[in-house]
């Protein structure tokens, strides 16, 4: 049984900042890849950034410079440090991981969503 926690979120307005989380709990090997992908209303979901087992990481191009993804302290932990956000930044966060549970092929799992607002 494998699940992500996420939280962070909320109303910030244009400029601010926000910090997202995220920790995979449960039986889990090994963690390949953690990840925030992001959906707004009537649009596709994209993956914003991500971070794989090895330290690299990916970024959305709209979002590099601004958006800094981090791993915690422990393996299962991420962070989504979200600085100068904009109004198209709008949209629910979702974590996401891909991992190899116990006694299992790698799977990926996802986050129940977190919405940032950007306005004024």
């Known amino acids: 049984q494998v699940h992500l926690v996420q939280s962070g979120g909320g109303l910030v307005q244009p400029g601010g900042a926000l910090i997202l989380s995220c920790e995979a709990t449960?039986?889990?090997?090994?963690?390949?890849?953690l990840g925030w992908y992001r959906q707004a209303p009537g649009m596709q979901r994209e993956l914003v950034a991500s971070?794989?087992?090895?330290?690299?990481?990916f970024y959305l191009d709209s979002v590099k410079g601004r958006f800094t993804i981090h791993r915690g302290s422990v393996e299962s932990a991420m962070y989504l440090q979200m600085n100068s956000l904009k109004s198209e930044d709008t949209a629910v966060y979702y974590c996401?991981?891909?991992?190899?549970?116990?006694?299992?092929?790698?799977?990926?799992?996802w986050g129940r969503g977190s919405l940032v607002t950007v306005s004024s």
């Open positions: 996401h991981a891909n991992v190899n549970p116990t006694d299992s092929v790698a799977m990926d799992y």
């Open positions: 971070i794989d087992s090895s330290g690299s990481t």
């Open positions: 449960g039986s889990i090997v090994r963690i390949n890849s």
